[in-house]
């Protein structure tokens, strides 16, 4: 032991002394423990890895300051140029009340999210849910960017172009061209443990970057779910989704969507949509306003142990077939129930995802070249993508609360129509207006209705659809009276009120 210490005083006098800003009970704390904690045949050497280049003169700079000198100034630079691409989006509309009885109660609230600009002329993605039922949306550029007209804060009208509540992606645009835009980089390629960086606006505080690493690049929340997602414990908060989640050379990997918390905060469990479906998703939404999604018209499962030991199957990996819509692409290709897909375009098929997932992304119209076990046989088969119909395409008016809101009674409704007739059961007039929910603001508390009745004219005037109620209304004036003739839990019934 005295021969290391006497080692160390050695070594001491070729570095130079102690800083005069370091007292020496700190250099004792610092030095000391180490001794110990290290075997003294590598003492010698360990000091020479923590002084690095002081050999070299006691005036030198170590290596070390030099280069996180040097990263923090290329994060400085990153950071500038991304955040010019990065917005702050700005919404108002309804949204239905958490926990209220039936989704009975809606009401109007303001929200903040973020983009991130993909085209010079305006084009923004975020999430669907950012901008989900929606009045206004807004958007707020990187200080430098709002121009004279105003600064920091400066919010300019945005359209919605379309939204994607699958993937949970919206494009909007702004009136504005010359923007600075960002790049897409392969999220094939994005691996674990690999530097990421979240722009956003969490928590409505805008221009915000935090940076982490990238914890799994292909997670599957669910055996349903056909998504996957970049996990990332870089801190996302509730204001950051729709940022990007970027690579350390300023390319996009994904868009922040949704994090795991028990508390409502960062708990460094976040998720963002991979860039390569995004860029899917934003290239269809910009030319159809919609996206398209591939069907087989085929059901299938995972092979297990019961299910191969039952059926005798052989393959032990693959998709099960259980089922085949009649007159759909999958019945026209020859698929039965009871095959099992072992390849699509010679890929090798582990799992009923992995197929599902790849006819989803395919266009109509599109052929496969499929191989199916068909008991002992190899069958190859080859089948034309046809086009999935998304809910959203058929009850749009059902879920979108901007179409369904009646303003001047304060309610949510929506048209008797073929698909909503069967769900009324047995009801005293064909024609109508059917109430959803109820807004939360002094309009829908003066007026009596309730989610249920039916709304069947105006004055004496039937009502036909949801249209001709709206315009019915917009033609009174403030003070006139309003007389509703509304059907309730089969009973008629009239609800009066005075315009305001």
Known sequence: MERSLASIVAMKSLFGAMPASVSRKAHRNWRLPRMRRMPLSLLPLSLLLLCGGALLGQNAPPAPTRSIEALSADFEKLAETVGRSVVQVNV?????????????????????????????????????HVVHGAEHVSVVLAPELAGKRG????????????????????????????????????????????????????MGLANTVTMGVVSSPARQLSAEDFMQYIQTDTPINPGNSGGPLVSADGRVIGINTMIYSQSGGNEGIGFAIPSNLVRDVYHQLRTAGHVRRGLLGVLLQNLDSKLRRGLSIQARRGALVSDVVPGGP????????????????????????????????????????????????????????????????????????????????????????????????????????????????????????????????????????????????????????VVLQVERDGQLTFVSFIQN
């Open 92 to 128: 108002s509309g309804y949204t239905v009340v958490p926990d209220a009885r039936d989704s009975a109660f809606v009401s109007r609230e303001q929200g903040t999210g973020s983009g991130v600009i993909l085209s010079p002329d305006g084009f923004i993605i975020t999430n669907a």
């Open 330 to 481: 999958a019945e026209k290709a020859g698929f039965q129930i009871g095959d099992v897909v072992v390849s699509l375009d010679g890929v090798p098929i582990r799992n009923a995802r992995q197929f599902e997932l790849a006819i989803f992304r395919s266009a109509k119209g599109s052929r496969h070249q499929i191989e199916v076990l068909r008991g002992a046989d190899t069958v190859p088969l080859s089948a034309e993508v046809g086009e999935r119909e998304t809910p959203s395409d058929r009850l749009s008016e059902i879920s979108d609360i901007r179409k369904q809101l009646i303003a001047p009674l304060g309610v949510l409704g929506v048209g008797i129509t073929k698909d909503i007739a069967p769900l009324l059961g047995d009801i005293r007039l064909p024609n109508g207006v059917v109430v959803t929910a109820k807004v939360l603001d002094s309009t829908s508390a003066a007026i009596d209705l309730v989610p249920g009745d039916i709304i069947h004219a105006v004055n004496g005037m039937d009502i036909a659809d949801l249209e001709a109620l709206k315009a019915k209304l917009a033609s009174f004036h403030a003070g006139d009276a």
């Open 151 to 202: 600064g920091e804060g400066f919010a300019i009208p945005a359209k919605v172009i379309g939204v994607d509540r699958e993937t949970d992606l919206a494009l909007i645009r702004i009136p504005r061209t010359g923007l600075p835009v960002l790049a897409f980089a392969n999220s094939s390629l994005v691996r674990q443990g690999q530097i990421a960086l979240a722009f956003g606006s969490p």
